[in-house]
């Protein structure tokens, strides 16, 4: 079994800056693309950053310049450093994996999701 567990969202005011986290544990052999996505009540959810296994980088064009991704290959980890917050971030943020286990040569796994909260 895998898990992806997020931690870091919480509730910012505009301009603020929050890092959020998610470890993946479980009978892993290898990891490839990580990333981020994003949903609000009505909405469809939104790519807002993914980061392959060798670093490469991509952020949807409204977070560009504020937000980061990176990883921690040895922790099976990402992250989602997010600078000069705005209202409109507001959402669910959740982390998605694609890993390979032993029986699985590479399948999505997703994260339950953490709550950012960025108020005016």
């Known amino acids: 079994q895998v898990q992806l567990v997020e931690s870091g969202g919480e509730l910012v005011q505009a301009g603020e800056s929050l890092r959020l986290s998610c470890a993946a544990s479980?009978?892993?052999?290898?990891?490839?693309?990580m990333g981020w996505y994003r949903q609000t009540p009505g909405k469809q959810r939104e790519l807002v950053a993914t980061?392959?296994?060798?670093?490469?980088?991509n952020y949807v064009d409204s977070v560009k310049g504020r937000f980061t991704i990176s990883r921690d290959n040895a922790k099976n980890t990402v992250y989602l450093q997010m600078n000069s917050l705005k209202p409109e971030d507001t959402a669910v943020y959740y982390c998605y994996a694609v890993i390979r286990t032993y029986v699985s040569l590479g399948s999505d796994y997703w994260g339950k999701g953490t709550l950012v909260t960025v108020s005016s």
């Open positions: 479980g009978t892993i052999v290898s990891i490839n693309n």
């Open positions: 980061i392959t296994k060798g670093g490469s980088t």
